[in-house]
């Protein structure tokens, strides 16, 4: 299995890049359609890019916190988005 690290410097306060990242609101407002996140280890971290339910893979369904820092750290699972659907089985 290859792994992907990928860093950003985001010009933003990290209080509220936290929030954008660990709230439904806040994930809607730059990545995503929808969301089902629970921020706590082992909770969920589905982003949905369409709302239409009848879709099999919406999004990173599956995906859990691993761990999170209140306000500083986040880490979670990630699957490929569903318009690369054949490459979930690989």
């Known amino acids: 299995m290859k792994t ?3 860093e950003r410097i985001i010009p933003a306060k990290v209080k509220d890049v936290y929030l954008k990242w660990t709230t439904k ?3 809607n407002t730059f990545f995503s359609q929808d969301n089902d996140i629970e921020i706590k ?3 969920k971290y ?3 890019f369409t709302t239409d339910k ?3 893979h919406r999004g990173s369904e599956g995906c859990k916190v ?3 820092t209140p306000n500083h750290t986040l880490s979670f699972t990630w699957n ?3 318009t690369f659907e054949s490459l ?3």
């Open 54 to 56: 009848s879709i099999k």
């Open 46 to 48: 589905e982003i949905y």
């Open 88 to 90: 979930m089985t690989k």
């Open 4 to 6: 992907l690290i990928k």
């Open 25 to 27: 609101d806040g994930l």
């Open 41 to 43: 280890p082992g909770g």
């Open 66 to 68: 691993l761990s999170f």
């Open 80 to 82: 490929v988005p569903p």
